[in-house]
């Protein structure tokens, strides 16, 4: 009954698109594939949306049709919205809001129909694609794994364009709505049934068969939509002027922290509570003329081009050679190597974190069932799944036998002597030839590491950032002689750990800590040259940093700033002379955060301990007056760029494009801004070249640009 | 006896948790989390693939009703894969042991050469249970449909329903005779004429021997150190029953528990209720040769015996005859023995029934008496009263100590020995590898 003989449709307008197969069986039942059946991905481009136009209105003239259902080109796959090279294409708001209210109309053509339409739902549900399965009127999803339902739009600096915050409000109500529009939430399926965005979730194999079920059920009762109404406290925040409620808490969210950079959330809250105020029509023009406002803000172009980005760093795993690891050791129970394991954990992984010491090997295991504990009491996780985590990290003081093992990762002290012997000793206990040697150094040289090991093409450097469980970049670091297949592994498994990899050249500094190097050593020298820390974080919070740099100090420690300092300091003497703050810090035993306070309290609220070292270092040196805020802007930000630029030029880097992520995803630079090429680009390069060079005059030589800024400032 | 490679089980390493006292630092443990811990700790590091291990046996007297097939629980948990089968063996106090006598028999039978064997107990996890009053109080209300039926129902609560049965005691008792576990052991005392000065004086020598072996380090051999629920952030490393100030004064003191007037045994010179696991990695000689691993030791010999479970400690006397035979050697070939110390009384009971003519006699069918067992060769690092017996993982743990011994020593023959609660003994015969 449900075989998709299809037959020629003589009343249909030219050869139904390829892109979009339709087939109606002798039920009258119309299958429409949102895609090929070999099309794995599928998006809305411009051709599509056309070609689904036609197919819609070819249904609504056939006869036959008794009923429609939508479905993905194959399992595991309904639709993953808009395309997004159209979304970077459009500069001009006119164009956006045509191009929403064309994607609009054409669904809106399901809904014109007398015929019930179900959606049965796959795989990605998102964007476009959702906005698709609200037009039609019973939604039926799949457990598939890869199912996700959503309207992550915001996410890309735009609103929903295509009806969905107006229909998606109306289904699920305001509050529900707010909360997933807004932070451009993800659902898997069994949430999307509880919150209303699906109508059933059935087993993967019997999608089509419940679907059609669906159908068959509309059809018999002669009804098209399904009727659903608010109840409860979304009734009532939705449907009377309670709604204001609602809306206040949300635009109190949107008023903290960073989000005051993001305009689209701001516009989607104002169209969900539209969808409830306006006649539908006036609601779909609303959001049509304000996703056109959002699509040419430079905001989205921002958050567009790092997308982009991080799609490209996810294909760094998919390298030749790139092998999947299934039994790994991390050596080192510290902060880092703990962190490290429990991720490993987490993402189903097994990991024997060795420490030579009992108690830091407990903290780590405490630390882990606390952050599970933690996930437990959120419901995003279930009890056996928590055990399961735990049961991945075994914690011992004994290596064990290494014969499994192929990935053997050290996190111990940053001391070339320890690290060389412990890989000696993995090699001496039978490490397997094939098993990655990775290092998580932040400041030694990889190759080093490499030097006594048999095969040193084995030996990668795969650098996380503290915390690792939050930080989500990592440095894989290639040495001279690393192979291209161990690389591509280190990579496969920053991707599997859910993180952004960027390959970097084993150099001092690497790219993130060298790009940091001359922000915050020159927030130190505004500190003890006269600048208040509150006045330093404000510039750069104000600029859309999430931190500011002496808030950053603290929490790094300001021994281990001091260290990196010195080794910046050795690698570049004549620009990265160390500041005498680092140092008098360390002495006063004001080390940040872990020590009770650096130039903050430990809560980042009010003063610390750090002030007193401060104001002696200002007697001595004689302080001057205040940094001006466009100073503070020059100071702190030129110079990183300029650093970032000699990455480039030194191959650190290969490419602007890694230049961009790594700085969003290491330091937080603005995401908005799209990395720190397109933000030195609206600067302009000769303004930075201008400005840096009036510095080194009067300042300090240090800040002399270096010649491929001014080269490429000159282009 | 004839040795064959194919037929005699090599243990090939082992390592257990920490001892660790009933409602102390182990308590938040389930079974399952101990035995997952050993199972996994054995894995890494022999780096033996589990793959192909060709059964997991693993004893447990009192298994929790959310993990009844705790052995199956730990093998997943511990990463072995779902292929390979798992199976929960009880023989009350010999548990442990009996993973390794199955397995032992499996390879004799042809079924498998790789096991992955233990015991574990977590007695702080024994429940209490509803009494029967309170389950039918229970029944009724869940039967009662109409108000009044349910209000009639309810009216025949009773607070004294809510008295539990504890379900350690009761397991402790002995249900044919009445006993429990430390009466049989006044019976075996009062058998053989051993007083309270013997019993505390052994006791004391337990917690000597045991604090020794633990300053010198022979434990940490066999121990895998580990953390435990609820918080996970102690370092569990060492076995905390020992007490290295323990006197004979402190125990003169302690008042009989089970008899009260006329009784000898106290807490001091009985077993302590402890929560651990042991397990251990074994397969046929031949497979242990085949892939380059040095066992610790060989199986030779093992038996099974029953007698009156009112004086069930001299179990080991009536399992030692038959596991010897089968081994081939004597008596007085054994250079170690470990006899689980469940009373001062029991063991020292076994001691004279060895010696005793009368007893071969009259209850094994020999000729003579078994033997003379020199405290010399017993229990060397202490036993039970100094480290506690969490039930079935003690026999895994006798085993797995008289292994490492025997190397230590370089010595050849070893009997590990325990009475069953029920009127059993077990026995196997170790062969130093």
Excluded at chain 1, 269 to 283: D, K, N, R, S
Excluded at chain 1, 700 to 706: H, I, K, L, Q, T
Excluded at chain 2, 26 to 50: I, K, S
Aim: proline content about 6%; some cysteine.
């Amino acid at each position: 009954m449900n075989d998709t003989t299809s037959q020629p449709r003589n009343d249909a307008p030219a050869p139904p698109s390829a892109l979009v197969p339709c087939t109606v069986d002798a039920d009258g039942i119309a299958e429409v594939r949102l895609g090929r059946p070999d099309e794995t991905v599928v998006t809305l481009t411009r051709e599509r949306i056309l070609a689904l136009a036609d197919t819609f209105a070819a249904l609504a003239r056939d006869p036959r049709v008794r009923g429609v259902l939508i479905a993905g080109p194959c399992p595991g796959m309904f639709c993953a919205g808009a395309d997004i090279n159209l979304i970077a294409a459009i500069d001009t708001p006119a164009e956006g809001a045509a191009a929403a209210a064309q994607g609009r109309q054409t669904f809106q053509l399901l809904q014109q129909l007398k015929v019930p339409v179900v959606a049965a739902i796959e795989g990605p549900c998102v964007g476009g694609a959702l906005e698709l399965a609200l037009f039609c009127d019973v939604r039926v999803a799949s457990d598939h794994a890869a199912t996700q339902i959503g309207l992550p739009e915001v996410k890309l600096g735009i609103v929903p364009g295509f009806g969905g915050t107006q229909n998606l409000a109306r289904l699920v109500g305001l509050p529900t709505a707010l909360d997933l529009i807004l932070q451009g939430k993800l659902l898997k399926p069994k949430p999307a049934l509880k919150q209303g965005l699906i109508d059933r979730l059935v087993p993967s194999p019997r999608l089509l068969q419940a679907a059609r079920d669906e159908l068959q059920k509309q059809i018999a009762k002669g009804r098209k939509h399904r009727r659903r109404r608010l109840r409860g406290a979304a009734f009532w925040l939705s449907k009377t002027p309670l709604r204001a409620l609602a809306a206040r808490a949300a635009r109190k969210e949107l008023g903290k922290g960073q989000a005051r950079f993001y305009p689209a959330p701001k516009a989607a809250l104002e169209l969900c509570l539209q969808a409830f105020t306006l006649p539908p029509a006036q609601g779909f023009e609303a959001e049509a003329k304000a996703l056109g406002e959002m699509i040419a803000t430079p905001v989205s172009k921002g958050l567009t081009r790092l997308f982009f980005l991080t799609e490209r760093s996810k294909k760094l795993g998919k390298g030749d050679g790139a092998r999947n690891l299934t039994r790994t050791m991390v050596v080192g129970g510290g902060v880092m190597g703990a962190g490290i394991a429990g991720l490993l954990a987490q993402k189903g992984c097994p990991v024997r974190l060795c420490d030579v010491s009992g108690s830091a090997l407990a903290r780590a295991r405490a630390r882990l069932w606390q952050d599970l504990g933690k996930r437990l009491r959120r419901r995003n996780l279930e009890r056996h799944e928590a055990q399961a985590i735990l049961d991945r990290m075994a914690t011992a003081t004994e290596w064990g036998n290494l014969r499994g093992v192929d990935l053997w990762l050290e996190a111990v002290v940053e001391d070339l002597g320890v690290k060389q012997k412990l890989i000696a000793e993995a090699i001496a206990r039978g490490l397997p030839e094939h098993a990655l040697i990775a290092t998580n150094t932040s400041s030694l040289p990889v190759d080093k590491m490499a030097a006594n090991v048999p095969n040193p093409e084995r030996v990668v450097g795969i650098h996380f950032f503290n915390p690792p469980e939050k930080m989500p970049l990592i440095e894989v670091i290639r040495g001279p002689r690393t192979s291209d297949a161990a690389i591509a592994t280190a990579c496969k498994l920053a991707v599997r750990l859910g993180k952004f990899p960027i390959v970097v050249k084993d150099a001092p500094g690497f790219l993130v800590n060298r790009c940091l190097a001359p922000y915050l050593n020159e927030a130190a020298r505004l500190l003890v040259t006269g600048t208040d820390p509150e006045a330093i974080d404000q510039a750069m919070l104000d600029f859309g940093m999430p931190m500011g740099p002496c808030r950053l100090l603290d929490e790094i420690g300001y021994d281990v700033a001091a260290k990196v300092s010195d080794v910046m300091h050795k690698a570049f003497p004549e620009r990265m002379v160390p500041n005498p703050l680092f140092a008098a810090m360390v002495a006063a035993k004001a080390l940040g955060s872990k020590s009770g306070g650096g130039m903050f309290a430990v809560d980042g609220k009010g003063p610390g301990p750090g002030r007193k070292v401060l104001a002696t270092l200002r007697e001595q040196a004689g302080a001057g007056p205040t940094a001006s805020r466009s100073e503070l802007h020059t100071r702190l930000l030129y110079p990183m760029i300029d650093e970032a630029y000699r990455c480039l030029d030194e191959g650190i880097v290969a490419s602007e494009q890694d230049l961009d992520l790594g700085l969003v995803m290491g330091i937080g630079f603005p995401p908005f801004l799209g990395g720190i090429t397109p933000f030195a680009t609206r600067e302009g390069l000769q303004v930075i070249v201008t400005a840096l060079d009036s510095l080194a005059r009067t300042v300090d030589p240090r800040f002399a640009p270096a010649d491929g800024l001014r080269r490429r400032a000159v282009q | 006896m004839k040795r064959d490679p194919e037929r005699d089980l090599a243990i090939v390493a082992g390592w257990r948790t920490p001892f660790c006292k009933a409602q102390g630092p182990l308590q938040g443990a389930a079974a399952a989390d101990l035995a997952t811990h050993v199972f996994r700790e054995v894995l890494d590091r022999t780096g033996f693939p589990a793959a192909q291990i060709d059964e997991v046996i693993l004893g447990c007297a009192g298994p929790d009703a959310r993990e009844a097939n705790v052995a199956r629980v730990a093998a997943l948990r511990a990463g072995v894969p779902a292929a390979v089968p798992a199976v929960t063996v009880m023989r009350n106090c010999a548990s442990g042991m009996e993973s390794l006598l199955a397995a032992q028999q499996r390879l004799r039978a042809g079924d498998g050469r790789a096991f992955l064997i233990g015991g574990v107990e977590s007695m702080s996890n024994f429940p209490l249970l509803m009494g029967e009053r309170l389950v039918k109080f229970f029944t009724r209300l869940g039967k009662a449909r109409s108000l009044v039926a349910r209000l009639r129902a309810l009216a025949g609560f009773r607070f004294s329903a809510l008295k539990p049965r504890i379900a350690i005691v009761e397991g402790l008792t002995d249900p044919t005779t009445g006993l429990m576990m430390g009466h049989t052991a006044e019976n075996v005392a009062r058998l053989f004429g051993i007083d309270r000065m013997a019993m505390d004086r052994y006791a004391l020598e337990s917690h000597q021997r045991a604090a020794q072996a633990q300053r010198a380090g022979r434990f940490a051999q066999e121990i895998a150190p580990l953390t435990a629920a609820p918080r996970h952030d102690a370092w569990l490393a060492d076995d905390d029953g020992v007490r290295t100030e323990q006197t004979l004064e402190a125990l003169q003191r302690l008042r009989p528990v089970f008899d009260r007037r006329e009784g000898d045994v106290t807490v001091g010179n009985a077993c302590q209720v402890t929560d651990g696991a042991a397990a251990m990695l074994c397969m046929s000689e031949a497979m242990a040769q085949e892939q380059g691993l040095r066992p610790l030791a060989v199986v030779r010999g093992h038996a099974r015996a029953g007698l009156d479970p009112a004086v069930m400690g001299l179990g080991p006397v009536h399992a030692t005859p038959p596991a010897l035979a089968q081994a081939g050697i004597a008596f007085s070939d054994l250079d170690l023995v470990e006899i689980n110390e469940a009373f001062a009384a029991q063991v020292l009971g076994c001691q004279a029934a060895f010696a005793s003519a009368r007893y071969a006699q009259q209850h094994l069918g020999l000729s003579h008496a078994v033997g003379e067992l020199v405290p010399s060769k017993l229990n060397v690092n202490g036993g039970a009263i100094a480290l506690g017996h969490p039930i079935a993982a003690t026999g895994a743990r006798l085993v797995l100590t008289l292994a490492h011994e025997l190397r230590r020593r370089n010595l050849h023959w070893g009997l590990a020995t325990l009475c069953i609660g029920g009127g059993q003994g077990q026995a196997v015969v170790l062969e130093a590898a």
